[in-house]
């Protein structure tokens, strides 16, 4: 009788079994290297890390995790959402921390290769995964530079190598190296705990609130290693936070969790400047203009951001002509005219089109706009009656108030 062939994945491998034997299959392979011809009609496994998690917990709270994503292979994933909404419990599944219950099926994998599906699992400390907690945890016992010689022990040899004194460097803990933890700041820490995650090697870096246990101060301190950390990373990153301020300056794309389930997705400019989502009905609702710096004036202690064929002022810091820098604009900050009032105090005045208007649904009294400066979007929050009086509609121009401005790189 002839056998007909069985597909099976080995360490993210495919392999054909047919008349007992293994033939590993490629994109490129249409024979494999046997006496016997086999044709087998595959599809290849999708890139990026796939989830389907539905994770049972029984007991007081009664809750569970319901998820179907597939996420980038690159870049910075926020998990976003209230406490409680299943964001670090989806790490924690992704580590291989949470083992499953009767009724539970989770399937994990990384651009194809296998971590945990209803008859299989990948323990997890064979899962090439770094994590950053909300605490550092580092080994008390140990200098900074003996947790990090730790990671690198156990790091997965497989992967490309992202260098100790490049990671040193990328973070600046050169200094720190020789002190003990407890000698050290909640952010010098937290800045080591970065590195020692990804001097493990791994395949994707998961974080945990990484700032939640710092002050604010701390907090601004820390952000330009992370941005760098984000930047130069070749692996995806989940990153889980409850500040929206975290999440527009270094994520990519964004999943919104509600009591374990997926609310939102999708590009994190995109979606937080789509009317309708929940981040338009933010207090602090916001945008990011990116650009470079076209013009400074000491005298004044301003620099001017070049955008879309227009100009930004803000206090002028460290950087240069030249430099590109990110800045946050709230919705709140915005005021809308129907032309330009250069008896002003207001310096910054761009000309917008309005591309969509909502109501707000729990303040009746309020409007969202979405405006368009070029193609770059940003939201205004004005009071309904002021939307009535301009007689305001889709595809109007206006000119953009805007009161102020935050540097975030």
């Known amino acids: 009788m002839r056998s007909s062939p069985h597909i099976v994945f080995i360490n993210g491998h495919l392999f054909v079994c047919c008349a007992g034997f293994f033939v590993q299959y490629s994109k490129t392979t249409k024979t494999p290297s046997l006496s016997r011809r086999v044709t087998v009609t595959v599809k290849q496994p999708a890139k990026g890390l796939n989830i389907r998690v539905f994770q049972q917990h029984t007991g007081q709270s009664n809750f569970s995790l319901d998820l179907d994503l597939q996420l980038p292979n690159t870049g910075v ?29 989770n399937h994990i994998s990384l651009n194809g290769e296998l971590w945990q599906s209803h008859d299989f699992w990948l323990a997890s400390h064979k899962r090439p995964v770094g994590y950053v907690f ?3 945890n580092l080994f008390p016992h140990l200098t900074a530079q003996d947790n990090l010689r730790f990671s690198i022990q156990r790091a997965d040899k497989t992967q490309p190598a992202i260098h100790y004194d490049d990671v040193v460097e990328l973070l600046n803990i050169a200094s720190i190296l020789t002190q003990y933890p407890g000698q050290l700041s909640g952010g010098e820490r937290q800045r080591v705990a970065m590195a020692r995650a990804l001097l493990i090697q791994p395949k994707i870096l998961l974080m945990d609130e990484p700032l939640a246990a710092l002050d604010d101060a701390l907090k601004q301190d820390i952000l330009p290693y992370l941005e760098r950390l984000c930047h130069r990373a070749k692996i995806p990153i989940l990153y889980v936070s409850h500040s929206l301020d975290e999440v527009i300056r270094l994520a990519d794309y964004m999943v919104v969790l509600e009591k374990g389930r997926v609310l939102e997705e999708g590009n994190t400019q995109r979606l937080i400047s789509t009317l309708g989502t929940s981040f338009a009905r933010y207090q602090d609702a916001s945008m990011v203009v990116s650009g470079t710096v076209v013009e400074q004036n000491t005298e004044w202690g301003l620099s001017w951001l070049g955008f879309e064929n227009q100009t930004i002022a803000f206090k002028q810091g460290k950087e240069a002509i030249g430099d590109s820098v990110r800045l946050r604009i709230q919705s709140r900050d915005i005021s809308v005219s129907l032309s330009k009032h250069e008896d002003s105090s207001i310096l910054n005045r761009l000309t917008v089109v309005i591309d969509d208007m909502e109501k707000d649904n729990k303040d009746p009294s309020m409007v969202m706009v979405r405006l368009l400066a070029g193609n770059t979007p940003l939201l205004a929050k004005i009071t309904a009656l002021s939307a009535h009086s301009l007689k305001l509609e889709k595809g109007q121009t206006l000119v953009a108030q805007i009161k102020s401005v935050a540097v975030l790189s």
Request: hydrophobic fraction near 30%; charge should be positive; aromatic fraction near 4%.
């Open 77 to 105: 994933t926020a998990l976003f959402g209230p406490s409680g909404s299943g964001k670090t419990t989806l790490l924690r599944c992704i580590a291989g921390l949470e083992k499953s219950v009767k009724g539970s099926t």
């Open 134 to 136: 909300q605490d550092a």
